[in-house]
């Protein structure tokens, strides 16, 4: 029998979209007020959820204090108060929109995880936009 876990967490970051390939104007038509030259910030609520099997001995999918510190070391400590574009290595090359981030986000937390697990991520970037990724 398969069980979902989850663990919300929240960070604060800001970021541009932009494409340096574009022109300014089509950068400001594509990405609006997201493209502002000095950057702008999102309240960011991620959603972490693991599925697999009940392990019989412990009774966990996996052990929410686990998730809580991969969660806290590979995303909170990485990106909490920090310009995606400028201060993360992740971002330097790729454009930081919610999709990219919740990708990043996946890719980290899967390296650290038991692929016997599925993982799911939702990130919200604001109270009514958010991206799902389940790695397909």
Avoid: Q
Wanted: some cysteine; hydrophobic content about 40%; overall charge negative.
């Amino acid at each position: 029998m398969e069980v979902s876990v989850s663990r919300k967490s929240y960070f604060n970051a800001a970021h541009r979209l932009h494409v340096a390939s574009w022109s300014a104007e089509k950068n400001k038509e594509v990405f609006g007020l997201c493209n502002n030259d000095n950057y702008h910030g999102h309240n960011y609520v991620l959603i972490v959820t693991v599925v697999g099997e009940i392990n019989p001995i412990s009774g966990f999918v996996l052990d929410t204090k686990i998730l809580k510190d991969i969660i806290k070391t590979e995303i909170e400590d990485r990106f909490d108060h920090m310009n995606l574009n400028l201060d993360t290595v992740e971002f330097k090359n790729l454009n930081p929109t919610a999709e990219n981030i919740a990708i990043v986000i996946w890719n980290l937390v899967r390296n650290k995880i038991d692929n016997c697990l599925k993982l799911k991520v939702v990130l919200y970037e604001t109270e009514r936009n958010f991206v799902e990724y389940e790695g397909k």
